[in-house]
């Protein structure tokens, strides 16, 4: 009966959205076997694909690595990017309780980096090409615009095909106003702060030696992260005005404040790339499937850039998302089940809600004048700076879960 009714569906699986997090869903699900369609605008629209040359930056964990390297898609991605071994904490407030300069290693953990720094664009562009190159997965160009989930299947109407399409169930990668989260009929939780980034990347006289610097100011933290030889990303979170100034600078001047900034710890900071700007607000889906639809990436859950968490939550949603799918696929069941919803929801919120919630109270520590916060704060850096195994666990769950990875992201 379910095998049945299931041959009217044109796909197993939809993903809406190829973003980075829909990109991977999209190529690990085919990876099963099933029939997938990735729909976007932007594989009808030559001029979105060159918009999507970003001007971030992203630090993956080892796990995003391994999903890559299973992808076939991390040689190219490595070339351009660089290890983090190191990450420095600099209290660069002018207030009088100041927390100490902390520094963690990743070697006091083993052999490996804390995450590599990987441009944005060139993952996308990676992800975009094995797509294009995948038997079982049809790219559709357009905007999806409306998605109804009945009985078995979900019916999908995109403006850019006269009849609508059929799938199992939808991974909706779409992004921070999913529109497929609201035909979930999935509410949300969602703030913002006084803050936007300026994120780019540029070149600079001194080594960085792989590591990473936060500089923690009222604002906001500005945090250079290492790319290949003398080159770093960058993520420069101001008031909103200040933000908007410092994004429309000349290409000399952005360089030369930058250089102020940091006290120029990289030396002569140069070769600016485009410049991206970018709102700082949080959002968290209350459920992260519901109705043959599962959220992943930013339709299910925003931080602001601190600590590298978004997009590394992001591809252990993908990830969860295709084990799954899988697993349910080797014993001829349905994809879209209610029991395959209520265990992605179950298993995600475990990561999801304890790293908004950190992410939330490291940014407001900073950015609040409350003089017990700070001394909170730098109480906490203290502690971390004195006690080793304080300090091993905060950086390993900083990096991802200690259980409950999903498996090809396991070591
Ligand atoms: C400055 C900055 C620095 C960051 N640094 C890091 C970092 O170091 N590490 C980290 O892990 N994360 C980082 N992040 C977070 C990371 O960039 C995001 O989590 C990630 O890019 C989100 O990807 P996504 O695929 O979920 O969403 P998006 O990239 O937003 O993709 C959504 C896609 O859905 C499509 N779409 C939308 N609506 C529809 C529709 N109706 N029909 C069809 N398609 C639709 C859009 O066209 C888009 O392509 C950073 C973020 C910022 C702002």
Same mark, same amino acid.
């Given at each position: 009966?379910?095998?049945?009714?299931m041959?009217?569906?044109?796909y197993?699986?939809?993903?809406?959205?190829?973003?980075?997090?829909g990109?991977?869903a999209?190529l #690990? &699900?085919?990876?099963t076997?099933?029939?997938?369609?990735?729909?976007?605008?932007?594989f009808?629209?030559?001029?979105?694909?060159?918009a999507?040359?970003?001007?971030?930056?992203?630090?993956?964990?080892q796990?995003?690595?391994r999903?890559?390297?299973?992808?076939?898609?991390?040689?190219?991605?490595?070339?351009?990017?660089?290890?983090?071994?190191?990450?420095?904490?600099?209290?660069?407030?002018?207030?009088?309780?100041?927390?100490?300069t &902390?520094?963690?290693?990743?070697?006091e953990?083993?052999?490996?980096?804390?995450?590599?720094?990987?441009? #944005?664009?060139? +993952?996308?562009?990676?992800?975009?090409?094995?797509?294009?190159?995948?038997?079982?997965?049809?790219?559709?160009?357009?905007?999806?615009e409306?998605?109804?989930?009945?009985?078995?299947?979900?019916?999908?109407?995109?403006?850019?095909?006269?009849?609508?399409?059929?799938?199992?169930?939808?991974?909706?990668?779409?992004? !921070?106003?999913?529109?497929?989260?609201?035909?979930?009929f999935?509410k949300?939780?969602?703030?913002?702060?006084?803050?936007?980034?300026?994120a780019?990347?540029f070149? /600079?006289?001194?080594?960085?030696?792989?590591?990473?610097?936060?500089?923690?100011?009222?604002?906001?933290p500005?945090t250079?992260?290492?790319?290949?030889?003398?080159?770093?990303? *960058?993520?420069?979170?101001?008031?909103?005005?200040?933000?908007?100034?410092?994004?429309?600078?000349?290409?000399?001047?952005?360089? /030369?404040?930058l250089?102020k900034?940091?006290?120029?710890?990289l030396?002569?900071?140069?070769?600016?790339?485009?410049?991206?700007?970018?709102?700082?607000?949080?959002?968290?889906a209350?459920?992260?499937?519901?109705?043959r639809i599962m959220?992943?990436?930013?339709?299910?859950?925003? *931080?602001p850039p601190?600590?590298?968490?978004g997009?590394?939550?992001?591809?252990r949603?993908?990830?969860?998302v295709?084990? #799954?799918?899988?697993?349910?696929?080797l014993?001829?069941?349905?994809?879209?089940?209610?029991?395959?919803?209520?265990?992605?929801? !179950?298993?995600?919120?475990?990561?999801i809600?304890? !790293?908004?919630?950190?992410?939330?109270?490291?940014?407001?520590? #900073?950015?609040?004048?409350f003089?017990? +916060?700070?001394?909170?704060?730098? +109480?906490?850096?203290?502690?971390?700076n004195?006690?080793g195994?304080?300090? !091993?666990?905060?950086?390993?769950?900083g990096?991802?879960p200690?259980?409950?990875v999903?498996? +090809?992201?396991?070591?």
């Amino acid at each position: 009966m379910y095998n049945q009714q299931m041959k009217k569906c044109a796909y197993d699986v939809v993903v809406a959205g190829a973003g980075p997090a829909g990109l991977v869903a999209a190529l #690990l &699900v085919a990876g099963t076997g099933l029939k997938v369609a990735i729909i976007d605008p932007l594989f009808a629209d030559k001029k979105a694909k060159k918009a999507n040359a970003d001007a971030r930056t992203v630090a993956l964990m080892q796990g995003g690595v391994r999903l890559l390297k299973h992808l076939d898609i991390w040689p190219r991605c490595h070339k351009v990017s660089a290890p983090l071994w190191r990450m420095r904490l600099i209290d660069h407030t002018r207030r009088f309780l100041k927390a100490p300069t &902390v520094t963690f290693d990743a070697h006091e953990l083993g052999d490996d980096p804390f995450a590599w720094n990987v441009p #944005l664009g060139l +993952l996308n562009r990676c992800l975009q090409e094995a797509a294009g190159d995948m038997q079982n997965l049809d790219l559709i160009g357009g905007r999806i615009e409306a998605v109804v989930s009945q009985g078995l299947e979900v019916e999908i109407s995109i403006d850019t095909q006269s009849n609508s399409i059929s799938s199992s169930c939808v991974i909706a990668a779409d992004g !921070r106003h999913s529109l497929c989260r609201d035909a979930a009929f999935i509410k949300v939780t969602s703030w913002s702060y006084p803050q936007k980034a300026v994120a780019c990347s540029f070149s /600079h006289g001194l080594p960085h030696e792989d590591m990473s610097i936060e500089f923690h100011r009222s604002a906001g933290p500005l945090t250079l992260v290492p790319l290949e030889g003398n080159r770093s990303g *960058l993520v420069w979170i101001e008031k909103p005005q200040d933000a908007d100034e410092i994004f429309q600078l000349s290409d000399d001047a952005f360089c /030369h404040e930058l250089e102020k900034q940091t006290d120029a710890v990289l030396g002569r900071i140069s070769k600016a790339s485009p410049r991206g700007l970018f709102p700082i607000d949080g959002l968290t889906a209350r459920h992260f499937a519901k109705n043959r639809i599962m959220l992943v990436g930013e339709a299910a859950h925003v *931080l602001p850039p601190i600590g590298a968490q978004g997009l590394n939550l992001g591809l252990r949603d993908a990830a969860l998302v295709a084990e #799954l799918i899988g697993d349910t696929k080797l014993v001829n069941e349905d994809v879209g089940s209610d029991r395959i919803m209520q265990t992605y929801d !179950r298993r995600r919120r475990l990561d999801i809600f304890p !790293r908004t919630v950190v992410v939330d109270r490291l940014n407001r520590s #900073l950015i609040h004048n409350f003089a017990p +916060l700070q001394g909170a704060r730098g +109480l906490g850096l203290f502690m971390l700076n004195q006690i080793g195994p304080l300090r !091993r666990e905060v950086m390993q769950r900083g990096m991802q879960p200690l259980n409950d990875v999903p498996r +090809l992201m396991q070591a």
